[in-house]
């Protein structure tokens, strides 16, 4: 356990569905990000929150769509998605941005796009 | 953009010793760390080096040569549930991760 939880953990959904995800952390930081982990690839980072403001969008199309009404909750809302955009979708969290900080991530979001 | 590599595996014995490189070139760099990846698990964190040197965690340990780009992860005393992927990730100038594709270790008894 590493005080972010992630739900659902598992996902399939088809390329007309509308889903979301949920992601939670219990650490009492002030940043929070979402990753794309594909098979055999890097880490992407997709987004970056501090103090609930957005501080990076990595050239994320706009099938997906975060909100982070406060600095324990992150969402990614998604719509329209694609074959390609399967992958394992993970929450992060850190005490800030800066470089000392380590991030604490969630178990993942493993997502299928039927 | 930002480039990262490590070997994508190793296979060591029970008991013995791997080192995992990994070298970076970055738009600027604001520390290093490590981290280790169960199958189907998140990402737990393991080390930071930000200074030239090695840093010692028990059996695990981090060593960085920032003038040359270049890092390993030093697992001591392997045990079979080191089996694991291990990830490398640098911190750049604007102070965004990036992640290296991810080390599979393997520990044989």
């Known amino acids: 356990e590493t005080g972010v939880t992630q739900t659902p953990r598992h996902l399939v959904m088809g390329m007309t569905n509308k889903k979301s995800l949920k992601c939670e952390q219990h650490l009492g930081h002030n940043a929070m990000y979402w990753y794309k982990q594909s098979a055999k690839k890097p880490l992407e980072l997709m987004f970056v929150y501090n103090f609930k403001e957005q501080t990076e969008n990595n050239s994320v199309p706009s099938r997906f769509s975060p909100e982070c009404p406060n600095s324990s909750h992150l969402f990614l809302h998604l719509h329209t998605l694609q074959p390609e955009d399967s992958a394992l979708y993970l929450c992060a969290s850190s005490q800030g941005l800066a470089e000392s900080y380590e991030q604490y991530f969630g178990p993942g979001t493993r997502l299928t796009v039927t | 953009g930002q480039n990262i590599d490590q070997p994508t595996e190793m296979t060591a014995t029970e008991g013995a010793i791997v080192q995992i490189n990994c070298t970076y070139q970055?738009?600027?760099?604001?520390?290093l760390f490590w981290y280790q990846q169960h199958a189907g698990e998140a990402p737990t964190f393991l080390s930071y080096?930000?200074?030239?040197g090695l840093e010692e965690k028990g059996r695990f340990s981090s060593f960085l040569s920032r003038s040359k780009g270049y890092s390993y992860l030093l697992l001591k005393e392997l045990q079979m549930k080191d089996s694991a992927s291990y990830l490398c990730?640098?911190?750049?100038?604007?102070?965004?991760?990036?992640f290296g594709a991810g080390t599979t270790v393997t520990v044989r008894a």
């Open positions: 970055t738009s600027g760099f604001n520390g």
């Open positions: 990730a640098v911190r750049d100038e604007d102070y965004k991760l990036s």
């Open positions: 080096n930000v200074l030239d």
